[in-house]
């Protein structure tokens, strides 16, 4: 099963970094360039603990939708999603952050299994998993934008 780890050190305080990333807001404009939308459950403000977004996306061509909830959380510190329907068999996505005297350390652990049994396994080695690491790293790289300017207070008014 892949996993893709990534570490950001982001110079603001773990507080906004946390919230931002549990922004639904920040996420459709991080996503802006798979046409990322959330259409049911929690779609707009901060998701929070046992809170589901369902998240209709163009990847590959093609519109899917995605619905993930939050299965772990502690303010500021860290929060679990995991899907619940979408085109993976399944995906567990952890989001970590640890506190310097001078920013934020957001660690992410994201662990999927593609359908398709052997036809996914392939399919994760040719491309999928330098997709979704993109993915993650367009989103991290907004997430460090607004933290680290005044735009954070677009986001969380």
């Known amino acids: 099963m892949p996993k893709i780890e990534l570490n950001t050190f982001i110079k603001a305080d773990r507080k906004i970094v946390f919230d931002l990333s549990r922004s639904i807001d920040l996420h ?32 590959f061509g093609v519109y899917q939708k995605l619905t993930s909830k939050i299965t772990e959380f502690e303010d500021s510190k860290y929060f679990v999603d995991e899907m619940t329907k979408g085109a ?28 398709l049994g ?13 997709y979704m690491t993109d993915l993650l790293e367009k989103r991290n ?16 008014r």
Do not use: C
Not at 31 to 40: P, Q, R, S, V
Not at 118 to 130: E, P, S
């Open 118 to 130: 052997i036809l996914g396994k392939i399919a994760d080695k040719i491309f999928l998993k330098k």
């Open 28 to 59: 459709k404009i991080s996503t802006k360039h798979t046409n990322e939308e959330a259409t049911d459950g929690i779609t707009s403000g901060l998701i929070r603990l046992n809170q589901s977004v369902t998240w209709r996306a163009k990847h």
């Open 141 to 156: 790289k907004s997430i460090k934008e607004f933290a680290e300017s005044d735009k954070w207070k677009q986001i969380l």
């Open 88 to 115: 993976f068999k399944r995906f567990k996505h952890q989001h970590i952050f640890n506190d310097y005297t001078n920013g934020t350390e957001m660690i992410d652990i994201f662990e999927y299994e593609s359908p």
